[in-house]
């Protein structure tokens, strides 16, 4: 079976991992602890998207060295941080949904590579439609 059958999650991981650093992929137990800690999204309002970005910004050096913690693996040099279940879409500001990657904003694509973000990723034909598709609020289940 393909990827079209598995969870959406696995299908955000691996995307992801399309662009990840090296060194950099998600590791299974942050699949796991992904899973587990956000099997439902709500896409956030344009306000608690704010908020949460300065809570980021504020946050990214300790979430960085937390990832490095639990993944026993240095953060890749020159590699940014990147959500793999973006703050819009309901996710977290904690390590397991970070990945370090050294792809162009504002998708993070690689040369040949499209990003999670890019046209026909798998992010921007779910959880992250435009907004008139999906409004604040909007509930995602993961598991399917």
């Known amino acids: 079976m393909g990827l079209a059958g598995c969870p959406l999650i696995n299908r955000i991981v691996n995307d992801a991992n399309k662009v990840a650093s090296p060194g950099g992929h998600i590791t299974s137990k942050q699949a796991e602890i992904l899973k587990s800690n956000l099997p439902v999204v709500q896409r956030r309002s344009a306000l608690q998207n704010q908020v949460s970005r300065k809570e980021f910004v504020r946050d990214q050096d300790y979430l960085m060295k937390q990832w490095e913690t639990n993944t026993g693996r240095t953060w890749p040099i020159g590699a940014t941080p990147h959500h793999i279940i973006p ?52 509930i995602t289940d993961l598991r399917l």
């Open 87 to 138: 703050l819009e879409s309901g996710g977290a500001n904690k390590w397991w949904n970070l990945m370090p990657t050294h792809g162009t904003l504002p998708n993070h694509s690689l040369p040949g590579i499209p990003g999670p973000h890019a046209a026909g990723g798998v992010l921007r034909t779910t959880i992250q439609q435009g907004r008139k598709a999906l409004p604040p609020g909007t």
